[in-house]
């Protein structure tokens, strides 16, 4: 068993995030180098975690998803594996001025189904992205005032304020490119039918069971991609996707839990991959929905929490306790927060009464079926139990149970999951905290707290934008707007004959760089 472990070099890549700093340089389109010829050819069998809430990046919900996406969709910016600092993508981009973003599109490039990847096609991306009804990605874009098509492969965008966090956002799900023509064709129908202009093009999903997607034989980047095709096999309890692994049924299984590391290590003629996220487990809460919708209740929450016994108990300690939603070596981490909810049953106990639940309180909360999930929902009551905050947990599949807190019947009063991080912390602002933001439960937000996400994407300086983060940080804790506990890190288990792999902050895997040996 071979053993590739990025642990050692935790604080070096983690500071390496202040390379982050927003949308300043661009450069030439190029490929990452590599020292060895990768092989051609090759289906790659990956065993995935979760069913994707949708393969359509707009209308998806669920952090999960991204794996899958990336595999069909590029995406107009893209980011360096250890810093996650911008890079081109299908597009390069520059700032004529702060309240103006050109995108330069990269020449031939054709979606999957043959049509061209331009300027209109850019645009109706993006306009999607704002206006459409069924999209997620709203909140990332609200600072644009308009799209135009100021040339054949360019689009400028005007904003209504400065911006430095646009090419990050644009990384992401509102960076991914989908055709027009399949849209305008299929409707609603492309959440299951994509089609985009990445390296591997969809051929089919069974529910529950399989994603299997294959070669772009057209894709843009030449000799790319290096393998014929990926068959994701979903299997949510992550014990059997390893069992798969070591079986030989698959190749690879990732995001696996601490506990299982062990089973790796004694594996034969496996590969484990450890690496630092920002992958943050934590208890979302829905602000506008009472009890819930009074401060000291959620402030209860946070003090009756253990997060040092978290760690130990769900992730064997192969984790951080979570203060904030960003860890302790992240560029915009503030440590004069860290200390705002030590563990404290009675002082929960204290707030409780005070907010009128002198015997306590029950609250419903969903959950995910795999064991990790189960481990964690169980500590969780446990400790809320001892505060007197009773828990009443429904079960599901991820994108069953993240749909009917988020974006549904809001069934819940709380969720147990987890933040994936993004590569601008700007973004994990707004995606989760502002208002009408897909993963605000509640909808709501302060004035104040909008005003300041947006602040902090005024400045390319990262000193003036670590300062705005810890206003943020602050206002997000001391009104426990969630209830933030770990942050894990990205075990996977190889196949031998897996090659070129790398992980990242994000710790999603990419699919890009790997062949077969």
Known sequence: MKKFDHMTGVLHRREMLALMGGAAA????????????????????????????????????????????????????EWDYDTLKPKPGLAKWTYPDPKTLVFDIQSGIKFHDGTPLDAEAVKFNIDRGRADQRSNVKADLT????????????????????????????????????????????????????VGAGPWKFVRWADNEAIVVTRNDSYWRPGRPYLDGIEFNIIPELATALRSVVAGQNDMSFALPARLKPVIDRAKNLTTVTSPTLYCVQVYINTARAPLDNV????????????????????????????????????????????????????????????GFKDGLELTIGGYMDQDSVRRGEVIQDQLGKAGIRLKFTRGTIAEISSQFFATEKKFDLLVSAWTGRPDPSMTYALGFDKGAYYNAGRLAAPELSA????????????????????????????????????????????EKVKGFKPNLLGKPKFENISLG
């Open 296 to 355: 000291k209740v959620r402030q209860a929450i946070n003090f009756a929490l253990d997060r040092d016994a978290f760690v130990k108990a769900t992730m064997g300690g192969l984790g951080e306790p979570a203060r904030m939603t960003l860890p302790s070596t992240h560029w915009a981490y503030d440590k004069s927060i860290a200390n705002l909810y030590p563990h404290d049953p009675d002082k929960a106990r204290k707030l409780l009464a005070e907010a």
């Open 143 to 194: 600072s644009i005032e308009s799209v135009e098509v100021t040339g054949p492969l360019q689009v400028t965008l005007k904003l209504k304020n400065a911006d430095s966090a646009l090419p990050a956002i644009f990384s992401d799900r509102a960076g991914m490119m989908v055709s027009p023509t399949n849209i305008k064709a299929l409707g609603n129908d492309t959440d299951r039918k994509p």
């Open 452 to 495: 300041l996400i947006q602040e902090s994407r005024e400045s390319e300086d990262l000193a003036k934008r670590a300062a705005v983060f810890a206003k943020i940080q602050r206002f997000t804790m001391e009104n426990a707007l969630s209830a933030p506990l770990a942050f894990q890190f990205e075990i996977d288990a190889l196949s």
């Open 26 to 77: 661009t450069g030439a389109f190029g490929l990452p180098a590599f020292a060895q010829v990768q092989k051609k050819g090759g289906i790659l069998k990956v065993a995935a975690p979760a069913n994707p809430s949708s393969l359509d990046p707009a209308t998806g919900g669920a952090g999960s998803d991204h794996s899958i996406l990336w595999t069909m969709y590029d995406t107009l910016v």
